[in-house]
């Protein structure tokens, strides 16, 4: 639990209150390897902070293809926070890459919490600041034109430790290349 707290603390500082009512809603869960926190179609309606293991967030073209858009590992939260927040059916699906053990919590009893401790309100309004504006505009640029070679550089720098915990045809998929392409570039390191 004090990974969690740890967690949140580093968007707002909160109160005892506030931990011991956001405790009140958190539920441990263990997701197996290949098994799904959502499945594209369906609504959001929990959040899981990632204790120990891995998960993606990818959909399906019509081709069949696999397209990934995040990973999420230790100290990540994961949601559909989109379908949560409009309350539609997913456009994406979010599953286990390994055994993972996460915290879990309801985001509609989430939200009223945010109504009654400004602290959680806070932590709400930083973690929607930094992750969704703040990241996601830069990652939108790079993705869009950036080649391969300075995709596949930038999410070494940024996840050091996740390249051996992925499949080649998982970062092929995360970059929007083939894992033939993928291997040329690792070729030429």
Do not use: C
């Amino acid at each position: 639990m004090q990974q969690f707290w740890d967690k949140v603390e580093t968007y707002a500082k909160l109160s005892e209150q506030s931990k011991a009512a956001w405790t009140n809603i958190l539920k441990p869960k263990v997701y197996e390897k290949d098994q799904y926190f959502i499945l594209e179609g369906e609504t959001g309606q929990t959040v899981a902070f990632v204790v120990k293991g891995l998960f993606s967030k990818f959909h399906t073209t019509q081709e069949g293809d696999v397209v990934i858009k995040r990973f999420f590992f230790e100290n990540f939260f994961v949601a559909s926070t989109s379908s949560m927040l409009s309350k539609t059916p997913s456009l994406f699906s979010i599953r286990s890459l390994e055994q993972s053990t996460v915290l879990e919590y309801n985001f509609q009893e989430f939200k009223k919490l945010t109504e009654i401790y400004s602290d959680i309100a806070a932590f709400y309004i930083r973690y929607m600041e930094l992750h969704w504006i703040i990241e996601k505009e830069p990652l939108e640029i790079s993705f869009r034109h950036d080649t391969a070679k300075v995709k596949y550089a930038d999410f070494l720098k940024t996840y050091p430790l996740l390249e051996s915990r992925l499949k080649l045809h998982e970062i092929a998929a995360y970059l929007g290349i083939t894992p033939t392409q993928l291997s040329r570039i690792r070729a030429e390191k």
